[in-house]
């Protein structure tokens, strides 16, 4: 912001046009009608008063010079402005994964959130340490990864810097150039008339100040752009750094969960008849050693435990149990296992478990809002056993009605005649799922019309649509025809309205 509004005021004071001329002058006389003028100066025949024009014009002494040093100070601007913006843009397109919450997500969450990114210095590093994390298996080089990435990106800064700083130092030296011409104007013609030394003169100031002005602008965007540029760098590096040490937490889990706690066999013999060798060798022992059988038990199956077939949708289904076993079926401690949902649009509290030391894990399981068939999987990491995984379906069906929509409504017909269309209602829940088996009562209020068969009230069960459909004959005398229509049970009513038509003789 702070560039944009430097550039905006630059441009502002060398595009100016100033109407009515501020002058500068030498106070020892008057400038009289018969002046000579030149672009941006004008000075009396006498040489003792000097005038000066608007900026623009005094900007034009400056020659032919002025040209390249004002293409060179575009350039910059240009190059400034475009790394600004990538960087602006940069942030903004990071901004989903650096505020997410990294340290309770397992591997898989951190693949499937880095996949969808897209492509900005966060997503390039993060998914840069994830795939040597999963190809290598070991977390020993991810710090050199960043560090490494951060070395790049600081090499790329260089050498738009460098560029940057080429432009400055060439305006600079313009400047010199063009006080050095002004110089040759002034002393090459031999004569030293008051035009040509104030022509050679304005030449050699103004390029040369023109040279400063753009050199130090320019060095003042680009160190704006590298502060801004080095705090953006450090953003990216401490979300990745983030992301390393939560693959640092799974490795370590990984290793204490597969690394066997050493047990000691009921059944373990004591060296008691020992050879006459090895009773020399430990003659100053005063208690002999027992030997541990160290016995690592591997898990073999996988079982989610719960009768539970059918749900209402949305609903929680909590503390579902996940066992793992060896092969005789005695409980495995510290597994780790993975579960999803892989049916629906249902949640997990939590993806990623590990067995206590009963061999169970709990987690509760969100269904999703859409009636119909929902499904979970739970399944041992590492493994591609069918044991050790194993799926958890339940049927979700629609829930209380919530919403009652009416069509065909508002109908109009000759009296005692039948409604061209029947009566219909539509019963869904809260999400929008149809209710089956939901009572609806209909009963004429206004009229003496019959619903059915010469019915003046009946109650309709909802078929698997949600819906209930029923024919209306209006009343023998013209005039309006009202059926309340309720679901007594969830509080909801609405109305029918039919017209009969009066027929004109």
Known sequence: MRIRIFIMLLFVMLLQDVTAQNTDTIPDGTIDTTTTE??????????EEVALGNFWDLIGQAGPIRYPIFGIFLVGVFLISI???DLIMDKRQAVNLETASVQTMNLNELFDMVTVQTDHMLSRISSTILNVFNTSKNTENLHDEVVNYVQFQQDNFGTFRNRIDFLSDTAGALGLLGTVWGMFIV?????????IILTGMGIALLTTLLGLIVSIALNFASTLTQGYFMKRLDQVKSKAEEIRFRLLEIEDRRKTAKTPKPVTNSNHAVLTGLDSDLNNHNQNNSEQEDVEVVEKVEPAYLKIHSDLREATAGSNLKDIKVS????????????????S????????DKTELITDSSGNAYLNWRLGQLAGRQAIEAKVDG??????SQKFIVQSTAGEPKDLALKANNQSGLPGKKLKKPLVAVVKDEYGNPVEGCNVHLEITTGNGKLGYGKESVVLPTNREGQISISFTLDQKPGFNVVDVSIKKAGIYEKYQAMGQEVLA
């Not at 002393?187 to 035009?195: D, H, I």
């Not at 949902?341 to 997990?348: E, P, R, S």
């Not at 493994?383 to 050790?388: E, G, H, I, K, M």
């Open 83 to 85: 790394k600004t913006f």
């Open 187 to 195: 002393f090459s013609s031999g004569n030293l008339e008051k035009e």
């Open 324 to 339: 793992v076993t060896d092969k005789n079926n005695g409980p495995v401690q510290n597994v780790i296992f993975y579960a």
């Open 341 to 348: 949902v892989v049916d629906g649009n249902g949640k997990l």
């Open 383 to 388: 493994s591609n056993d069918s044991a050790l």
């Open 38 to 47: 030149m672009d941006g100066l004008i000075f009396s025949d006498d040489g």
